[in-house]
């Protein structure tokens, strides 16, 4: 068989080699200033090896004779050889790093996808190749599949060069893991090849991950992270203490919309979602103060519209707590709530809510046992099956919850998780007075003498934190430093302070480079929680702000 080869470059040039090892004549080699009109007319097959935007023009360049004219594209289809009416692909599924080793590689029994003239088979047959008929249809997907499993390949293997370099370990240690990795995924596939944290749902291993990870590293890392957990079926990782800074927010004021029922509010936000508008939602009990309006501020920075519910919850009340007497002022909070940009208020009452005795419980197991749960035993569950309902009433959406109750935002993220329910769920930082005393409803139950001694929370949550960025990691004796601040207090009374790891909640044996201070107290009879955050590490958990 005699051919021609145009785009005499690294390609072109391994077929050549290879073709006249197997007995082919090359009549010809044409590159950039040769005239290709006749390259058709003296041989059987001419190979367009030139790059892939210029095939077309090289193609149409080309008189047509009669030689079969074939391409050695992977993305391309035939169309691009027009005018020619024999015409072929020959695509070798490897690479050809040069032109003697290209040679040798097109040799040795590998796979080319072929289309179009049977030419293409008697190519691959002279090579002793393996065809596999790839038609225009799925070409860009079998190119696309190509570039994922030969050059992502190489980045990723590229990415573990780098960290065993910073790690100080040899690069070999992780190359018997590579290729132990490859055999088993060839023999059982993906699924079973499996290990590792995400896989296990380890989530605080893979934040430990991150924080070890240089800023460059962790978007690789994180995106096949979530994509193993995805495989093994388990949620994307998610950064419970994720938040989003709701200072300096400006919003247009509203007058917000009162809707008292779930139809009504239901069928809003269908028509608005249908109209292609996102929806945010801030729960509250109501009584709103610029703690709340930091969540609604947040929700219009991001969101078409925004409806934030008032609802005193009776379920997440204990018979001895202060249903009753929960501050309610509903004039008021539409003032707040159009002033920080709201435009629905969904104000049901306990029948709309609640028709018939609630049989049903969510309950977020470990996460809702613990501190404040610990304290208050039915109170979680209560929060998280009114959170639930008012999920499943405003439907898809991003919600709005404050780390104030740091507790309760944790066991919300986990609760959609767990259940998937189709809402975002974001934090926001703390809102505080101008003396450090968190922003609470419940602040308006203190007499001067009390409110005066309620910062003492703050002050231990700063002696906490003092301590562990002065080098202390024993969790006990940072509990113990708090604990000590509100003793000197005569008017509160301790319930718990913890340094807790963020994610889990739990105490650790000792405090890495994330903690949680937590502290609950009464003041009075008002019992008044806070919390904080203290960062050691170089780099915070990834989605915080730096
Ligand atoms: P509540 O009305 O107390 O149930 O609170 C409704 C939402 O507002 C919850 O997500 C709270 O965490 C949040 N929130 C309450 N107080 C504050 C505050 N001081 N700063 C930020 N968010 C708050």
């Given at each position: 068989m005699l051919f021609t080869v145009v785009g005499p470059g690294r390609a072109g040039l391994s077929f050549a080699g290879a073709l006249t090892a197997s007995g082919w004549r090359c009549v010809a080699t044409l590159?950039?200033?040769?005239?290709?009109?006749?390259?058709?007319?003296?041989?059987?097959?001419?190979?367009?090896?030139?790059?892939?935007?210029?095939?077309?023009?090289?193609?149409?360049?080309?008189?047509?004779?009669?030689?079969?004219?074939?391409?050695?594209?992977?993305?391309?289809?035939?169309?691009?050889?027009?005018?020619?009416?024999?015409?072929?692909?020959?695509?070798?599924?490897?690479?050809?790093?040069?032109?003697?080793?290209?040679?040798?590689?097109?040799?040795?029994?590998?796979?080319?996808?072929?289309?179009?003239?049977?030419?293409?088979?008697?190519?691959?047959a002279a090579l002793g190749g393996r065809p596999v008929t790839v038609g225009d249809d799925s070409r860009a997907l079998y190119h696309a599949t190509a570039a994922v499993a030969a050059n992502h390949l190489v980045a990723l293997c590229a990415q573990v060069e780098r960290l065993a370099d910073r790690a100080g370990v040899p690069l070999g240690a992780y190359w018997d893991l590579m290729e132990t990795t490859?055999?088993?995924?060839?023999?059982?596939?993906?699924?079973?090849?499996?290990?590792?944290?995400?896989?296990?749902?380890?989530?605080?291993?893979?934040?430990?991950?991150?924080?070890?990870?240089?800023?460059?590293?962790?978007?690789?890392?994180?995106?096949?992270?979530?994509?193993?957990?995805?495989?093994?079926?388990?949620?994307?990782?998610?950064?419970?203490?994720?938040?989003?800074?709701?200072?300096?927010?400006?919003?247009?004021?509203?007058?917000?919309?009162?809707?008292?029922?779930?139809?009504?509010?239901?069928?809003?936000?269908?028509?608005?979602?249908?109209a292609g508008r996102t929806v945010g939602f801030v729960p509250t009990m109501g009584y709103l103060h610029d703690g709340h309006g930091s969540l609604m501020r947040a929700a219009a920075?991001?969101?078409?519209?925004?409806?934030?519910?008032?609802?005193?919850?009776?379920?997440?009340?204990?018979?001895?707590?202060?249903?009753?007497?929960?501050?309610?002022?509903?004039?008021?909070?539409?003032?707040?709530?159009?002033?920080?940009?709201?435009?629905?208020?969904?104000?049901?009452?306990?029948?709309?809510?609640?028709?018939?005795?609630?049989?049903?419980?969510?309950?977020?197991a470990e996460l809702s046992a613990r501190w404040d749960g610990a304290s208050r035993p039915t109170h979680f569950d209560g929060v998280s099956t009114v959170v639930t309902k008012l999920f499943n009433i405003v439907g898809p959406c991003r919600a709005y919850f404050g780390e104030k109750d740091y507790q309760q935002l944790a066991i919300i993220t986990r609760m959609t998780e767990d259940l998937a329910i189709p809402v975002e769920v974001i934090g926001c930082p703390i809102v505080r007075e101008p003396d450090g005393l968190a922003m609470s409803s419940r602040n308006v139950y203190l007499d001067p003498a009390q409110r005066a001694a309620a910062v003492v929370l703050r002050r231990a949550l700063d002696a906490g934190t003092a301590a562990i960025l002065d080098g202390e990691r024993d969790p006990e004796a940072v509990t113990g430093v708090m604990t000590s601040v509100v003793a000197a207090e005569p008017l509160a009374n301790l319930d718990y302070a913890a340094a807790v790891d963020p994610h889990t909640l739990e105490v650790p044996a000792a405090l890495g480079p994330h903690t949680r201070l937590l502290i609950a107290a009464r003041v009075g009879t008002t019992r008044l929680i806070d919390n904080c955050g203290v960062d050691t590490g170089s780099a915070g958990p990834l989605g915080t702000p730096a």
């Open positions: 590159g950039r200033h040769d005239d290709v009109r006749s390259a058709a007319a003296d041989c059987d097959v001419v190979l367009v090896t030139v790059p892939d935007d210029r095939i077309a023009e090289v193609a149409a360049a080309i008189a047509p004779g009669r030689a079969v004219v074939v391409h050695a594209s992977g993305a391309k289809g035939l169309d691009v050889l027009e005018p020619h009416v024999r015409r072929a692909s020959v695509h070798p599924l490897m690479s050809l790093p040069d032109p003697a080793t290209g040679a040798d590689k097109l040799r040795r029994g590998g796979v080319f996808a072929v289309a179009g003239d049977p030419v293409a088979a008697r190519i691959v490859l055999e088993n995924v060839r023999r059982s596939g993906p699924i079973p090849s499996l290990t590792g944290p995400a896989a296990r749902g380890d989530t605080s291993t893979i934040s430990l991950h991150l924080e070890a990870l240089p800023t460059d590293e962790r978007t690789l890392y994180l995106a096949l992270a979530n994509e193993a957990a995805r495989l093994a079926g388990r949620p994307p990782y998610r950064d419970p203490a994720r938040t989003v800074s709701t200072e300096a927010l400006a919003v247009t004021p509203t007058s917000p919309v009162r809707v008292p029922t779930i139809a009504e509010l239901r069928a809003r936000l269908d028509a608005e979602r249908r920075a991001a969101n078409d519209v925004v409806v934030a519910s008032i609802f005193v919850n009776p379920l997440q009340f204990a018979p001895t707590e202060d249903l009753a007497s929960y501050p309610r002022d509903l004039e008021r909070d539409v003032a707040v709530a159009g002033a920080n940009g709201v435009h629905l208020l969904f104000t049901p009452d306990v029948t709309e809510m609640y028709p018939r005795p609630m049989l049903t419980t969510v309950s977020v």
